[in-house]
């Protein structure tokens, strides 16, 4: 029904119809998530594939761009050229969410950046840090809960299902990795999903023929 009304013909209903399709999508979204984290609590491994840690970065950076709208300075650092084994969809879901809240808790001029680094154990780390408002420590144990807000008011008006960091947990989980979280008020926020060396493959140089 919303599909089928045109704000052109009726201008005076124009912002109810806005905040309708708006208040739509948002349902959509909350949908998809549930079902994805379903499917996640449902499994036990994932596949033994290799994920191209050089492409998947790239497509992280530009969905940032896209959803910043020049709003924020974003920058990648890559200082390994190792890639990951497991899931490649189940991974870009985790990464993007992380990314996709630091644009949406950043205030505009803030900066993001997108990390991929090794660690001293053989492992790997991928880091989304940003110059957001920071979250209170009382809350960093409970944050990765289904819909649990820090403020409900900030999460409503950036369009969050509270469910993001929930799937994060769940990817990270299956793929044997960990989600640390640094935070400060005022300072901003550094989510980490660091991976042991069992999940790391060294970067394959293509071979040409």
């Avoid at 990648?76 to 990314?99: C, I, P, Q």
Wanted: aromatic content about 6%.
């Amino acid at each position: 029904y919303l599909e089928m009304l045109e704000p052109e013909v009726m201008p005076q209903l124009a912002p109810v119809l806005d905040d309708l399709r708006g208040q739509s999508r948002r349902m959509t979204q909350i949908v998809e998530d549930l079902l994805t984290l379903s499917r996640l609590e449902a499994q036990h491994q994932v596949p033994d594939e290799r994920v191209s840690m050089r492409a998947l970065l790239s497509t992280l950076k530009r969905e940032a761009e896209g959803l910043s709208q020049g709003r924020h300075a974003i920058t990648l650092v890559r200082t390994s050229d190792m890639d990951l084994r497991g899931s490649t969809d189940y991974l870009h879901s985790a990464f993007s969410n992380l990314v996709s809240n630091a644009v949406r808790y950043t205030p505009e001029n803030g900066r993001i950046e997108i990390s991929w680094q090794s660690t001293p154990d053989g492992g790997a780390r991928f880091a989304v840090a940003d110059t957001g408002q920071g979250i209170p420590t009382e809350h960093l144990p409970r944050i990765t809960e289904r819909f649990y807000r820090v403020s409900t008011s900030r999460s409503r008006e950036t369009g969050g299902t509270g469910l993001g960091l929930s799937i994060v947990k769940h990817v990270l989980q299956l793929h044997h990795g960990q989600l640390t979280i640094d935070s400060e008020v005022g300072v901003g926020s550094t989510f980490a999903c660091v991976f042991g060396p069992d999940r790391v493959l060294a970067f394959e140089t293509p071979v040409t023929i």
